[in-house]
């Protein structure tokens, strides 16, 4: 059973019973300013500046524009009110982030847009006082060329030994603009410690991710010397129920010199992207090896004009490739770039063995089928949205075109998480077997 963690879940975590919520509202001109929902501060980083670090202090914004720049202390939340039903935008100077945070902080329930990045964090995986080393950053529109970056610093040393493991979870945005070679949707370039371990757990799920250079793109190095060799920074988790569509790649899984990448990759639907579906790479570096082994089980890949997966390097390939729906990728569907492997029809992806060489550790239930995609209205966060081809990817449920990809998938849709979730014009919930792909939200 895949666990969720929600928002709710996660504002309870990072505050506390001693939180103090301070209250934004830029109609306020006159004064006086306190912080308080009866005299709240007029810009939101006026109300940022009176936090503490790691107390679990929260920021509320009400309705408006607000044209800043803002930085947000680790260990703080900076949201929407929550009796706010009016959208509440944040734009920034272009030639600085729009939103900059450190580690441990949690970001909710703006539109975002201006900045050369929309949110940018900076992890440091620095213990907190009150022991709680997650970020996250959910249901916000951006706007902004680079979306959300997230990155360590060059200089992290932890000492001989020591593992830390921050938690990062990015869930719900919807991330929009720019024609298909403008930024990343979803980015985190994790360098690791010059000694030490540092391993970050990652959720990437129920995103829309459109027109993009790159729609989600990890990369994990780490650095000596290390003598063993054997990896020690490493991305963890899971990239699930992402629609990822219109932009040039989909999703990047790259490491190098002792780093791994060895994430899953569920249920999403990347389709009509300019190049590759699914990019995985490893790099031997001076240090040491690199690993980048996903687990990709239950996604669409669909209409891209590149490979739908991809690989570079000797250690790259895939440990499950199972129960996935391809069609019409116009390079072809599997491709190893080390020994010029390609797998193009049904029966070559489920056979993971070719030539004797093991191409896939396990590959079993994929189709190469048409998906059978229809137009519906898009829900996201509340409202009805105008019907695009952000909202051409819903399932033909029944009928002659009923898709494939409906009851397809491996697992059932409560096992899977997705039982609340639909593929349907209708809403209806998913039941039995989960359907293959991104499910949408119920309104």
């Known amino acids: 059973m895949l666990i969720k963690f929600t928002l709710f879940i996660l504002i309870v975590l990072i505050g506390g019973c001693t939180s103090s919520i301070i209250y934004v509202d830029k109609d306020n001109l006159a004064g006086p300013w306190d912080g308080t929902k009866t005299h709240p501060y007029k810009t939101i980083q006026d109300g940022l500046n009176v936090t503490t670090a790691d107390s679990g202090d929260i920021v509320e914004v009400f309705d408006g524009v607000y044209l800043e720049n803002v930085k947000v202390k680790a260990g703080t939340i900076l949201r929407k009110a929550r009796d706010e039903t009016k959208t509440v935008a944040i734009i920034g ?51 902004s060329k680079n979306a959300i970056w997230l990155k360590t610093p060059d200089s992290l040393d932890f000492g001989a030994g020591n593992r830390r493991t921050p938690k990062v979870y990015i869930s719900n945005n919807w991330i929009q603009q720019g024609g298909y070679t403008a930024g990343t949707g979803i980015r985190f370039d994790l360098t690791g410690p010059k000694t030490g371990e540092l391993s970050v757990y990652l959720d990437i799920v129920d995103n829309v991710i459109e027109h993009k250079f790159s729609g989600i793109s ?9 003598l063993g060799g054997f990896v020690r920074t490493q991305f963890t988790g899971i990239i699930e129920n992402n629609l990822i569509i219109d932009g040039n790649t989909g999703i990047r899984l790259e490491s190098r010199n002792l780093g791994s990448a060895d994430l899953t990759v569920f249920n999403n639907t990347i389709a009509n992207n300019k190049s590759h579906a699914i990019i995985a ?21 669909s209409s891209n004009s590149g490979f739908g997966y991809l690989e570079f390097g000797e250690k790259t390939s895939a440990g499950t490739l199972s129960h996935n729906l391809f069609y019409q990728n116009a390079q072809g569907h599997y491709f190893d770039e080390q020994t010029g492997s390609s797998i193009n029809s049904q029966k070559g992806l489920n056979t993971p063995i070719v030539g004797n060489k093991v191409i896939f550790y396990d590959g079993s239930g994929n189709l190469v089928v048409n998906p059978q995609f229809v137009k519906g209205k898009f829900f996201w966060n509340g409202t009805f949205w105008i019907p695009g081809k952000e909202a051409s990817y819903f399932l033909q449920q029944s009928g002659s075109s009923k898709s494939p990809a409906v009851n397809g998938g491996l697992g059932s849709a409560k096992d899977a998480g997705l039982e609340l979730k639909s593929t349907a014009t209708s809403f209806n919930f998913d039941t ?6 991104f499910h949408y939200t119920i309104p």
């Open 432 to 437: 039995g077997v989960v359907d293959i792909g």
């Open 93 to 143: 100077k272009k030639n600085l982030p729009t939103i900059s945070a450190s580690d441990r902080s949690g970001i909710a329930n703006f539109e975002v847009d201006g900045g050369n990045t929309g949110i940018f964090v900076e992890i440091k995986a620095t213990p907190s006082n009150k022991k709680k080393p997650w970020t996250s950053i959910a249901n916000c529109r951006i706007l």
């Open 281 to 301: 790479s490893a790099v031997v570096g001076k240090d040491g090896g690199a690993s980048t082994h996903p687990t990709v089980v239950n996604n669409i890949v």
């Open 218 to 226: 990890l990369s994990a190095e780490g650095q000596g010397p290390n």
